[in-house]
């Protein structure tokens, strides 16, 4: 009765995120996470998993002919991994038509925003330039687009009355670090039991 609900990481960064998830979910109440993948070679992300006695891939774009070789060689690995769901965590890389459709539902992501406002890049300057009182985290289904697909939670995070970036982004992402692994839980819950 209790088959482990598999979990694989694609992260590009410093892997924060990837790290909540190892700390506060991996190997607790059957949630495993059997891989983590990057773009990057020298991702920190990369070192977090090994750390953790966790697997990993890297799939650099330099070394496949265009992003969907590149993609299938990715979700090739993942199934090879039994992953019953993968979580973006800071992967900077869209994903093609092709692996969205091959995952559907089975990809999520966080981004430090409450979308569809600030998509993309740097959505915590986005959201102090644009002169916003209150932000937050977004724990989303992929879809082609970029921070697009269906939203699973949101969690609203207040901007500080200084507008300081270093407070702000400290308070963004640690409710990222609590919303992600908590929400990872519920999916695996709603899939195992
Ligand atoms: C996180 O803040 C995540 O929400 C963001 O990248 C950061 C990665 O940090 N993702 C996006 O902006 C996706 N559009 P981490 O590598 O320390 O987890």
């Known amino acids: 009765m209790s088959e482990s609900f598999k979990l694989v990481v694609l992260a590009s960064g410093t892997g924060t995120?990837?790290?909540?998830?190892?700390?506060?979910l991996h190997g607790r109440e059957g949630v495993e996470v059997v891989g983590v993948g990057s773009d990057r070679p020298g991702a920190k992300?990369?070192?977090r998993a090994r750390a953790a006695g966790?697997?990993?891939a890297?799939?650099?774009?330099?070394?496949?002919?265009?992003?969907?070789?590149?993609?299938?060689?990715m979700?090739?690995?993942?199934?090879?991994?039994?992953?019953d769901l993968v979580a973006l965590a800071g992967y900077m890389q869209l994903l093609g038509g092709e692996f969205?459709?091959?995952f559907r539902h089975r990809v999520i992501n966080v981004h430090p925003a409450l979308l569809?406002?600030?998509?993309?890049?740097?959505?915590?300057?986005?959201a102090l330039e644009a002169g916003a009182e209150v932000t937050g985290v977004t724990v989303h289904f992929v879809d082609e687009g970029v921070d697009t697909g269906p939203v699973i939670?949101?969690?609203?995070?207040?901007?500080?009355?200084?507008?300081?970036?270093?407070?702000?982004?400290e308070a963004v992402h640690a409710v990222e670090h609590e919303l992600y692994p908590e929400t990872i839980r519920m999916i695996a819950r709603g899939m195992t039991s």
């Open 17 to 24: 995120n990837l790290q909540a998830i190892l700390d506060r």
């Open 45 to 47: 992300a990369l070192e």
């Open 54 to 56: 966790v697997e990993t």
């Open 58 to 73: 890297v799939f650099p774009p330099a070394e496949y002919a265009d992003r969907a070789t590149r993609d299938a060689a």
């Open 75 to 83: 979700a090739e690995w993942i199934e090879s991994r039994g992953a």
């Open 100 to 102: 969205v459709a091959r």
């Open 116 to 126: 569809p406002s600030f998509p993309g890049l740097d959505a915590i300057g986005q």
């Open 153 to 169: 939670v949101q969690r609203e995070v207040a901007i500080p009355a200084d507008r300081d970036r270093a407070t702000l982004e």
